[in-house]
């Protein structure tokens, strides 16, 4: 598949403006050119970024609600965070916080940030420090290929606190996560089946309080 096919397919799905569209393309562009020397994405899916990284992430816009300040966990290379931030970037008050520590992911973040005016704020740090330091809540939490649930839940721990629910884009093994985390965690919790990934779930969290002895 040539990367303007994958484009088309995964335009046919994508619920965006045209600007949100040339957005994108911005986007993807610098990530052609940054993994050269960068390595920001499996070299195997660079050829499908549209389906396999772009439309996947852009499935969790119709599960923001409301939300007006998401926190997005190992952003990586933007999946799903900065594809939030650039199909938002409309809405008032909307803001994205990309939490990054790798220093060359952060770089290219902050670039793909200012190139298309998304409204997204990288945080170059390790999850831990971020959320430690964090002091001004959060509606949504979001993760993509990043952890086992129970890992993501104690990462989130003091935001959910708070309030915040979390969308975690997951594999096939979601539903043994799930029962894992059930040891630890009171969870309540809806499984989505993925729009891209015949095997995958999202994982959207309502409320998640940590057992006492947890």
């Keep these: ?7 088309q397919a995964a335009l046919r799905s994508l619920p965006v403006s045209r600007e949100t569209v ?4 911005l986007y993807v562009d610098a990530l052609q050119r940054w993994q050269r020397v960068k390595n920001l994405v499996a070299p195997s899916t660079l050829s499908q970024v549209w389906t396999r ?13 409301n939300a007006r300040t998401v926190i997005d966990l190992g952003s990586g290379a933007g999946f799903p965070g900065m594809v939030l931030a650039i199909a938002k970037k409309s809405i ?7 939490v990054e520590s790798n220093g060359r992911k952060a770089s290219f973040l902050r670039e793909v940030a200012r190139i298309t005016n998304a409204p997204a704020t990288v945080h170059a740090l390790r999850i831990e420090d971020f959320v430690s330091g ?39 093994d979601v539903g043994q996560e799930l029962t894992q985390a059930t040891k630890y965690w009171n969870i309540q919790a809806e499984l989505i089946p993925s ?6 779930q999202i994982v959207s969290i309502k409320t998640a309080i940590k057992r006492l002895g947890g």
């Design 53 to 65: 990284h772009i439309a996947d992430s852009a499935q969790l816009l119709p599960l923001l609600g």
């Design 195 to 200: 729009l891209t990934d015949s095997t995958g």
């Design 92 to 98: 008032p008050g909307f803001r994205v916080h990309l």
């Design 134 to 172: 964090w002091s001004d809540g959060a509606d949504m939490i979001t993760a993509r290929a990043l952890a086992s649930l129970q890992e993501l839940l104690d990462y989130s721990e003091e935001l959910l606190k708070t309030g915040a629910q979390a969308l975690f884009l997951k594999g096939q």
């Design 1 to 7: 598949m040539t990367l303007d096919t994958d484009r």
């Design 22 to 25: 040339g957005d994108f393309d």
